[in-house]
């Protein structure tokens, strides 16, 4: 009659809590697995986010956790026997929409001298860097950055030049095995640019009132969808931070450069 192929649907009956499962280091391989131990608890003081973490799609990386499912089919008859097969599979998995929270702001001034030979430097300007709809970001969506900037002395008649805009996302994994912790940082610039010479004029503004700059200035910025989302395990921690920098120009004939850095904890998801 032929060979014949039978589809057998199927679900995966994973535990909704991470403490169910256990990561196990195999020596030989260098891989990680993960396997059901009921009987393991951890620490109530330890955050474990959500499920189980995701596949990162790096063999090389020592957070890479692999997924497999293994299949045994019995077969009948005057010879019976049993069929067994095991397929490694890529895990995603995604959760449900983050409601937007409180945006996040930094605060910090910018200073400039009034002589190129006075030491003595006053807060010009006051900068707050913000991040709209605050720390939980999803993979594909639009990352809100606004500048907000007030003129903190009210005898400066200068124009504060943006001269530079850089966002970075920094990815932090802990890898811990046994009694040793390895971490690793990666960086990945998602937006640089110089030379923007955005004049920022508030001379004619009453003082303490902000002109507030959105992304429209610089081009709107999404978060790629590569990224493996944040996770957590007794075993494995995968953390991130979105670093911004800016770059002003001011002071007598704009030849003085202050640079502000800030950085944002923030937790990223697939939606």
Known sequence: ?????????????????????????DQHSGKKSL???????????QSLRGHLPPSTGDSSSNAEIVYSLDASVKIGGIFKHVM???????????????KPSQSII?????????????????????????????????????VPIKVHVTQADPT????????????MLIQKTVTRVGAQSQVQHLFRTLRTLSNLNLG?????????????LSDDSWGSLSLP???TPTFETC???????????LGFKGGPKKTQTRILEVQFPINIAAN
């Open 225 to 227: 969808t590569d990224i």
């Open 235 to 245: 075993n494995i921690n995968r953390s991130y931070k979105l670093e911004v920098r």
């Open 84 to 98: 067994k097969k095991s397929r490694q599979i890529f895990f995603y998995p995604t959760t449900s929409p983050h």
């Open 35 to 45: 396997t059901e131990w009921s009987d393991f608890k951890v620490n109530e003081s």
């Open 156 to 167: 400066s008649q200068d124009v504060l030049i943006l001269n530079d805009y850089q966002v």
């Open 200 to 212: 920022i004029c508030l001379a004619e503004m009453p003082v303490n009132n902000a002109m507030t």
């Open 106 to 142: 930094h605060q910090r001034e910018v200073t400039f001298r009034h002589m190129e030979k006075d030491n003595k430097s006053t807060p010009a300007y006051g900068v707050a860097i913000e991040l709209a709809r605050g720390g939980h970001l999803a993979l594909g969506q639009r």
């Open 1 to 25: 009659m032929g060979p014949k192929q039978y589809a057998f649907p199927f679900s995966l009956p994973l535990s909704q809590d991470s403490e169910s499962y256990q990561i196990h280091f």
